[in-house]
């Protein structure tokens, strides 16, 4: 079963403008990952989060983590056309050797 | 460095075949995995391994087979291919990490057809 979702499905902006984009989960992680696929691509790692941590940066990519709300944000900033892309999240649970990926939200970016 | 290297890219089946999906690394990392996408549906856990000799099933593992006889191979077999098993299949692999699953490392997928 999907253990992140995120949030919204679809999304199309300009370039320049600032996209965001959210994650929620069901259970208690270990860590949270991003993840970019281009079309016709597999899927590249953008970032990890651990459930200590509250914010973290990557360049123009900025992710938060709120464990009470079992939540998660990924924040891109001054969008490029090549940035779009689907994005998923994905969780790790204690124990497990495994990620569990969201079914992912689709940006758009318009030149 | 290839990274993680799938083969083939593109397989057309029919209902009833049997096939096999060839999965290697050069990274020597421990874990390797299979996912399947579909439309809608996001990436789900077929089967992964921790480390050669090892497999165990996710989270929709029927229908599937896999072998890790070598710690760069991940081999993912269908016996009877049936339609429903049309989708881009992910091979995956990470390194072992003692304190929860890092990133993973992608494959560009495999796409199956089942008529």
């Known amino acids: 079963s999907q253990q992140g979702e995120e949030d919204p499905q679809a999304l199309s902006i300009q370039e320049g403008e600032n996209a965001t984009m959210n994650c929620s989960y069901k259970?208690?992680?270990?860590?949270l990952q991003w993840y970019r696929q281009n079309s016709g691509r597999g899927l590249v790692h953008l970032i990890l989060?651990?459930?200590?941590?509250r914010e973290k940066h990557s360049g123009r990519l900025r992710v938060t983590l709120d464990t009470s709300k079992k939540s998660s944000s990924l924040l891109i900033t001054a969008s490029r056309a090549a940035d779009t892309a689907s994005y998923f999240c994905?969780?790790?649970?204690?124990?497990?050797?495994?990620?569990?990926f969201g079914k992912g939200t689709m940006l758009l970016v318009s030149p | 460095n290839a990274g993680v290297t799938q083969t083939p890219k593109f397989r057309v089946l029919k209902t009833g075949q049997s096939m096999t999906l060839l999965c290697a690394q050069d990274m020597n990392h421990e874990y390797m995995y299979w996912y399947r996408q579909d439309p809608g549906m996001g990436l789900r856990l077929i089967h992964y391994s921790v480390g050669e000799g090892t497999t165990a099933k996710g989270e929709v593992p029927d229908g599937y087979n896999v072998s890790r006889l070598k710690k760069q191979n991940f081999l993912l077999g269908l016996e009877s291919a049936a339609p429903s098993q049309t989708s881009v299949y992910f091979c995956?692999?990470?390194?072992?990490?003692?304190?929860?699953?890092?990133?993973?490392?992608f494959g560009e997928g495999s796409r199956l057809t089942v008529l």
């Open positions: 994905a969780t790790a649970n204690s124990g497990y050797s495994t990620l569990t």
């Open positions: 259970t208690s992680i270990n860590n």
């Open positions: 995956a692999s990470s390194y072992r990490r003692e304190w929860n699953t890092g990133e993973l490392f």
């Open positions: 989060i651990r459930s200590n941590e």
